[in-house]
């Protein structure tokens, strides 16, 4: 990298970005949750760290103490210093990867990290003359107050205001442990069992949740059926790209309706799919198998996913219609219907040059460009066909209820890049 140009060979450098270089360290380095609640953020420009850097020598002195010193004690429990946090990146899951990259992609990824925010906090002091070098710093502690480290209390606000506070099951995705203890000990707490897998993953610390109302269930019977999922999906003989804490299963069974009645017994799952949805179809077939066995007879699958699903599919991104045919084959339909309409977007996320995924980046001109930023449908609730009738679906990129069609979010009203959706179906009739 000596020699490399930092904007034209580095910055923007698409091949970087899906080699996931500088965003598989960044996610795993950028906010730490840590035990007792509190954060530690890198010392860098795109994240809410709380101490201003002097010069770039500061800067450097300081990163270097955050990575390769410092001790944390995580939410988990474990004490690591945030270069231990730092792992492989798997070629299987992101093939732009040589052998050789994947090999070392380790110490390739700590050093690329590190030009990374080099780069930019030098861009942010020398542009325009070094007209902003004074000001920066103080917008992104302003940024980071709105959007940033209130965010967990807005999604709980959101979730609990009246709109949604009456739902018997709420499915999440990419869930700090720490937002999860937010969650149980708020009032939502007192009305729903907030539930993880066993095998989530406090490293990476981005899990499936599930969310179940305790006056609709009886939360004594359920079962955490994830590592059932786990041996089928493994039996796929193939590489799914599936990381600890993306999927969680759990069997429960609702409360008695009617005297000598036995109650409804269920499969509820959450899913969050790779960037390119390629694990989605797969996950989908192992969860209908699960569903399927013997131990689960009787049950009824409610699944809820970020299927990262495509407008346009191709052999590298998963089709929403080709999806569709695939859970339609599995006997299932979803909240958006058998085949779900392909410009029906649950997302619009536009990225800066402030990020370190490059090659997602979009230029503000191009915004309104077909095929530009990531509007695309990904979400889905699904359901066996047949057994449930749509009352009615909405989504809400604004956390009042609304979703504004071509707007990009997450915005400090709503600090989610997914629209939530909101699904009321009624059992049809034997």
């Known amino acids: 990298l000596t020699n490399t140009p930092i904007i034209s060979g ?8 899906k080699k996931r270089l500088v965003s598989m360290p960044d996610r795993l380095t950028n906010t730490i949750n840590l035990q007792g609640g509190g954060l530690a953020h890198r010392p860098t420009v795109i994240n809410c760290y709380d101490k201003s850097f002097r010069d770039k020598a500061d ?8 990575v390769f010193a410092k001790k944390l004690t995580l939410a988990s429990g474990k004490s690591v210093r945030p270069v231990e946090l730092i792992g492989p990146i798997s070629r299987a899951k992101y093939p732009a990867l040589t052998v050789m990259e ?4 380790k110490p390739l ?15 942010l002091d020398t542009c325009a003359g070094g007209r902003h070098a004074s000001k920066w710093q103080p917008l992104r502690a302003q940024m980071c107050a709105a959007l940033n480290s209130k965010k967990d209390a807005r999604i709980a606000q959101i979730l609990g205001s009246s709109l949604y506070r009456d739902a018997d099951v709420i499915f999440l995705q990419e869930v700090a442990m720490a937002f999860v203890q937010t969650l149980r000990s708020s009032p939502m707490g007192a009305e729903f069992d907030v539930r993880l897998a066993s095998t989530s993953d406090g490293k990476r610390d981005q899990n499936s949740a599930i969310l179940v109302r305790k006056s609709c269930f009886n939360v004594s019977s359920a079962v955490d059926r994830t590592a059932a ?6 039996k796929a003989g193939k590489d799914v790209p599936v990381a ?7 069997s429960v069974a609702g409360m008695p309706t009617a005297p000598g009645k036995p109650p409804a017994k269920f499969l509820l799952a959450s899913f969050h799919g790779d960037t390119n949805g390629l694990a989605t179809v797969a996950v989908v077939k192992a969860m209908s198998e699960l569903a399927g066995t013997p131990a689960l007879a009787g049950h009824v699958l409610l699944f809820g996913l970020d299927a990262n699903t495509y407008e346009h ?5 998963q089709g929403v219609l080709e999806f569709a045919d695939e859970y339609g084959k599995l006997g299932l339909s979803s909240c958006w219907g058998d085949r779900p309409d392909p410009t029906n977007h649950t997302t619009f996320n536009a990225r800066t040059y402030l990020q370190p995924q490059l090659n997602k980046a979009v230029k503000l001109s191009d915004l309104d460009k077909p095929d530009v930023g990531d509007k695309n449908p990904k979400d889905f609730i699904l359901f066996p066909r047949g057994g449930f009738a749509v009352v009615r679906t909405t989504k809400d990129n604004t956390g009042s209820g609304q979703y504004l069609e071509n707007t990009v979010f997450p915005t400090l009203a709503f600090p989610s890049d997914h629209g939530l959706l909101a699904t009321v179906i009624k059992p049809t009739p034997v």
């Open 229 to 234: 999922f786990d041996t089928i999906l493994a």
């Open 109 to 123: 990824s700590t050093i690329a990290l590190a030009a990374f925010d080099a780069i930019l906090v030098h861009v």
């Open 59 to 66: 800067w450097w002195t300081q990163w270097k103490v955050f």
């Open 102 to 105: 994947a090999g070392i992609s």
């Open 313 to 317: 599919g191709s052999s590298h991104k």
């Open 10 to 17: 580095f910055i923007r450098d698409g091949e970087l970005g």
């Open 244 to 250: 600890p804490g993306d999927v969680i299963a759990l």
